[in-house]
């Protein structure tokens, strides 16, 4: 039983396509975000939701979008694909204020995104 | 704003040896949460340890522990007795306990595990 769930776990595309990735985490969560890892391995939050609104909106191109149908998924949408976006995508969520989960924030396995 | 520094970026380690894994970071708030997050060559990012800023004590799990510095804002990793499952990508991270509260990471520690 995955706890925080992508597809797909890779992705090769052309540049100038629009493609999504899939997010749904079985956690009970209220809280899901957006992480892109670049080439150098930095990681950096792109978007955050919190009980489907949106709570963090980094400097990110409007190419990207995130939409969250309910508190369990959060999907990321990426129009006209550019070579710079190629990088592994992660999805997490938490469940803020719970003393017992000790505010930790749980990854997905990630989703690797190639632009050719 | 918050910044997390790991000056190490690759470090090597006997089998069984212990090796310490250095984080600093920069904050003006006083309640926060630290953690070590570790990244194998399958690119999944997994939990190892967590402390809460307000506990003095130093966090344990198995074989590896933190030295929490609050006034000298250093988070170090100890690995005790490394195994070869132990080499991957590891990431120091830093949450807020209150607003904006995403984790903001180091730039990670390459650690070498040598048989």
């Known amino acids: 039983d995955t706890a925080v769930s992508q597809t797909p776990k890779y992705l090769v595309t052309q540049m100038g396509n629009d493609k999504s990735i899939k997010c749904e985490q079985n956690l009970g969560h209220d809280t899901m975000y957006w992480y892109k890892q670049d080439s150098k391995k930095f990681l950096k939050i792109m978007f955050s939701?919190?009980?489907?609104?949106?709570?963090i909106n980094e400097t990110v191109p409007n190419r990207f979008s995130p939409k969250s149908p309910d508190k369990a998924h959060l999907n990321l949408h990426i129009n006209s694909l550019e070579l710079g976006d190629s990088a592994v995508y992660f999805c997490?969520?938490?469940?803020?204020?719970?003393?017992?989960?000790?505010?930790?924030?749980?990854f997905g396995e990630g989703s690797w995104l190639t632009v050719v | 704003a918050q910044t997390v520094t790991q000056s190490q970026p690759e470090m090597s380690v006997q089998e069984a040896e212990t090796v310490t894994l250095s984080c600093t970071y920069d904050?003006?708030?006083?309640?926060?949460?630290l953690f070590w997050y570790k990244q194998p060559p399958s690119r999944q990012m997994i939990l190892v340890i967590r402390q809460e800023a307000y506990k003095q004590q130093n966090a344990t799990e198995n074989r590896f522990s933190v030295n929490f510095q609050k006034a000298a804002k250093s988070f170090s990793l100890k690995i005790s007795d490394s195994q070869l499952g132990d080499a991957a990508m590891y990431f120091c991270a830093y949450r807020r306990d209150t607003g904006r509260r995403a984790l903001t990471f180091g730039s990670g520690t390459r650690l070498q595990v040598q048989p």
């Open positions: 904050t003006s708030e006083s309640d926060y949460y």
């Open positions: 997490a969520s938490s469940q803020d204020w719970d003393n017992e989960s000790g505010n930790t924030i749980y």
């Open positions: 939701y919190n009980n489907k609104e949106l709570i």
